[in-house]
Each structure stands twice: as C-alpha cells, then as structure tokens.
C-alpha cells in the first residue's frame, strides 16, 4: 500500500513545491512537514484538509489506501504506482507503454497457447 507520506511527496513534487514552501502554506516548520513524508507523523486532521486544499485533492482520496503495483518488462520499470483510476499516479506515458507492450506479449502467449490446444485436439480426434 501507498503509504500517506509517500503521497505527500509525490503530490509536493508533482505541484514543483519544496517541503519548505509546502510547510510556509501550511503555517508548520519543515522539519514537522518532512516527518509526514517520511512517515514518522501524520498530520491533525486540520492540517489533513489544509494539505487537500494546498495539493487541490479530495480528502477522501488523500487518506484512501491504494495498493502498490510493480510492473516491469525489458523497457519500462515502474514502481508503486498507486490508484489506477487517478490521474496523478496514471499518466506516465511510460506506464502506458509498458502496459501495451505487456498486453501484446500476454496475446502472443495465449495465440501460441492455443495452437498447442488445437493440436493437442486434433491428436485426440485421429
């Protein structure tokens, strides 16, 4: 799972902000912003709605749980990528890429599969 802090980082970068601007938004010192990114404090629920408002994120999807997915092939290594049906962990063309190319080799593999049934039937029936 996407930890809360790890989507902090990437909302903060996403927006070109520093942990120092980010905290100057939020009226806190750096340090106590760095402690959420880093998972070592969760933020007030005051400061949960100032951190949506500041990223322009629903709350909800702020602290939803997304679970971590790792694809990788020859081209493309992407990691924790987070909730599909969002724009911000989605638009990697390099994601979009990777998965075409899976998607080609999972047809190829299942054309080869079933030429091995068609003979494995043909077999049988003689």
């Known amino acids: ?16 902000y520093t942990q120092q601007e980010v905290a100057d938004l939020l009226k806190i010192s750096q340090p106590a ?30 602290l939803e749980e ?23 962990y989605a638009e990697s063309p390099e994601l979009i890429n990777g998965i075409l190319k899976n998607q080609d080799a999972i047809t190829s593999l299942l054309n080869a599969q079933n030429k091995l049934i068609e003979t494995l039937i043909d077999k049988i029936n003689k």
């Open 1 to 16: 799972m996407v930890s809360l802090g790890t989507k902090l980082t990437r909302l903060r970068k996403k927006k070109g």
């Open 33 to 62: 912003y760095h402690k959420w990114e880093t998972d070592l404090a969760k933020p007030a629920i005051e400061n949960l709605l100032k951190l949506s408002e500041v990223y322009e994120i629903d709350l909800n999807e702020l």
């Open 66 to 88: 997304v679970p971590t997915f790792n694809i990788t092939n020859n081209d493309c290594s992407i990691q924790n990528i987070g909730n599909p049906n969002s724009n911000f």
